[in-house]
């Protein structure tokens, strides 16, 4: 009687025990009865019916790294490229992810190879090459439209390694070379053309300050000759009155002047090697006695100004005294 007694309580201990499940984070389990789905279990602990309920599939809900294998894909001009690349995906519903598809990883494998060859080999070369964004974005949609009735959320696809065969990376080396010769070519241009504009523009705003330079070097030039013409008539006119009056000597003076300045510059001449007096150097010797004549005159009416007596000062009218 005790021993079956213990037996029946050891058996209960171990239905007890079968009969709690304690699911962890990131994960959840489907429940079956009889092999049939009945529930999911959230992350926590929960008891089952014994005997009639039992864990189906232990389904991972983090999200998850695939790796799509190395492949031959052929684009649309003819040119084969190695490619390959990683999918990211989450399980949404584990129901669906359990019971919809077999080998869930596999399927999204194969999947993705699938779509990568159809979506490269509709594109040319330096598509591939140049558009690896827009291969990622129409991959996961591809696949994402797919997996969507397995209850899985491909989040991103990235092409990890695209490899052109040798000789086509060659020519892209040179093509490129080329290319860069050509554009330092085109920038060298562009700046001779720029340095002979700027040099143009220089010459241009040279020669325009040159010229109004001239300009009013000219204009002062003018200007002094006008002011010297108008001393020569100042002087004409002066010498003109003195003659009017009857005073030779003004004449004699203006004549002597221009004849010494005359004879000056012919005795700085660079080019005279001999001096000629003239003549007529008599008359000169005569102007210049009158010239010292009427500085003589000067000097003696200015001497008896000075020894007059000043005119005596006006007084006023005696005041008689007393007055």
Same mark, same amino acid.
């Given at each position: 009687?005790?021993?079956?007694?213990?037996?029946?309580?050891?058996?209960?201990?171990?239905?007890?025990?079968?009969?709690?499940?304690?699911? =962890?984070?990131?994960?959840?389990?489907?429940?079956?009865?009889?092999?049939?789905?009945?529930?999911?279990?959230? *992350?926590?602990?929960?008891?089952?019916?014994?005997?009639?309920?039992?864990?189906?599939?232990?389904?991972?809900?983090?999200?998850?790294?695939?790796?799509?294998?190395?492949?031959?894909?052929?684009?649309?001009?003819?040119?084969?490229? /190695?490619?390959?690349?990683?999918?990211?995906?989450?399980?949404?519903?584990? %129901?669906?992810?359990?019971?919809?598809?077999? +080998?869930?990883?596999?399927?999204?494998?194969?999947? %993705?190879?699938? +779509?990568?060859?159809?979506?490269?080999?509709?594109?040319?070369?330096?598509?591939?090459?140049?558009?690896?964004?827009?291969? +990622?974005? !129409?991959?996961?949609?591809?696949?994402?439209?797919?997996?969507?009735?397995?209850?899985?959320?491909?989040?991103?696809?990235?092409?990890?390694?695209?490899? =052109? =065969?040798?000789?086509?990376?060659?020519?892209?080396?040179?093509?490129?070379? %080329?290319? !860069?010769?050509?554009?330092?070519?085109?920038?060298? #241009?562009?700046?001779?053309?720029?340095?002979?504009?700027?040099?143009?523009?220089?010459?241009?705003?040279?020669?325009?300050?040159?010229?109004?330079?001239?300009?009013? %070097?000219?204009?002062?030039?003018?200007?002094?000759?006008?002011?010297?013409?108008?001393?020569?008539?100042?002087?004409?006119?002066?010498?003109?009155?003195?003659?009017?009056?009857?005073?030779?000597?003004?004449? +004699?003076?203006?004549?002597?002047?221009?004849?010494?300045?005359?004879?000056?510059?012919? #005795?700085?001449?660079?080019?005279?090697?001999?001096?000629?007096?003239?003549?007529?150097?008599?008359?000169?010797?005569?102007?210049?006695?009158?010239?010292?004549?009427?500085? /003589?005159?000067?000097? &003696?009416?200015?001497?008896?100004?000075? &020894?007059? *007596?000043? =005119?005596? !000062? *006006?007084?006023?009218?005696?005041? *008689?005294?007393?007055?």
């Amino acid at each position: 009687m005790l021993f079956v007694l213990g037996a029946f309580m050891i058996l209960a201990f171990v239905v007890l025990v079968g009969s709690v499940k304690i699911v =962890p984070q990131g994960r959840e389990y489907t429940v079956e009865r009889f092999g049939r789905y009945m529930r999911t279990l959230k *992350p926590g602990m929960t008891l089952l019916t014994p005997f009639y309920e039992s864990i189906g599939r232990r389904v991972n809900m983090m999200e998850q790294v695939l790796t799509v294998p190395q492949q031959e894909v052929i684009t649309k001009d003819n040119v084969t490229v /190695q490619v390959d690349g990683v999918v990211f995906i989450q399980v949404i519903d584990a %129901a669906s992810a359990s019971y919809r598809v077999d +080998n869930l990883t596999y399927a999204i494998g194969q999947l %993705a190879m699938t +779509n990568l060859r159809t979506v490269v080999g509709s594109m040319d070369l330096d598509d591939v090459l140049s558009q690896r964004e827009a291969i +990622n974005t !129409r991959l996961l949609q591809a696949i994402d439209a797919a997996t969507e009735p397995w209850g899985v959320k491909a989040t991103r696809i990235e092409i990890k390694d695209l490899t =052109p =065969p040798p000789d086509i990376t060659n020519a892209m080396t040179r093509q490129m070379k %080329a290319e !860069r010769e050509r554009r330092a070519v085109i920038t060298e #241009a562009e700046g001779e053309k720029q340095a002979a504009i700027t040099r143009a523009e220089g010459a241009k705003q040279s020669a325009v300050l040159q010229a109004e330079g001239r300009k009013e %070097a000219a204009s002062r030039d003018a200007e002094a000759r006008e002011r010297l013409a108008e001393a020569e008539a100042r002087a004409t006119t002066a010498v003109s009155e003195a003659i009017a009056k009857g005073d030779v000597n003004s004449i +004699n003076y203006f004549i002597a002047q221009k004849y010494v300045e005359a004879f000056g510059k012919l #005795a700085e001449s660079p080019q005279s090697k001999t001096v000629i007096v003239p003549a007529e150097m008599s008359s000169l010797v005569g102007s210049l006695a009158g010239i010292g004549a009427l500085v /003589q005159t000067a000097q &003696a009416e200015q001497q008896r100004a000075a &020894a007059q *007596p000043a =005119p005596p !000062r *006006p007084r006023g009218p005696a005041v *008689p005294p007393g007055g």
